[in-house]
């Protein structure tokens, strides 16, 4: 099992960066697939980044990143638009995350960190 924390969320105006982390619990983090999900306010949550992958919207701006010596994921966030304000969720388990997962087939959550972009 692993324990997931988020940070570095907060308001930045259109067009700033924000680089978020995930700290992991347990000694085999190098073993799980990570990734990052994001949630909008009355919308469904939604993949972001894992590995190679990215969604459409963020191709180009975002780029996911870990360092399993520290146990941290992180998502470095150029060019920001308002319609990436949403929670940020760091995930993980066993198998790949790609742009298809489904939330449901996720495991393991962090308890989120809120990104607001002001326009």
């Known amino acids: 099992q692993v324990q997931l924390v988020e940070s570095g969320g907060g308001l930045v105006q259109a067009g700033g960066s924000l680089r978020l982390s995930c700290a992991a619990s347990g000694r085999t983090f190098s073993s799980y697939v990570m990734g990052w999900f994001r949630q909008a306010p009355e919308k469904e949550r939604e993949f972001v980044a894992s590995?190679?992958y990215y969604a459409d919207s963020v191709k180009g701006r975002f780029t996911i990143s870990r360092d399993n010596a520290k146990n941290t994921l992180y998502l470095q966030m150029n060019s920001l638009k308002p319609e990436d304000t949403a929670v940020y969720y760091c995930?993980?388990?066993?198998?790949?995350?790609?742009?298809?997962?489904?939330?449901?087939?996720?495991?393991?959550w962090g308890q989120g960190t809120q990104v607001t972009v002001s326009s």
């Open positions: 995930a993980a388990r066993w198998r790949a995350i790609v742009p298809g997962t489904s939330p449901s087939e996720v495991p393991y």
């Open positions: 590995g190679t």
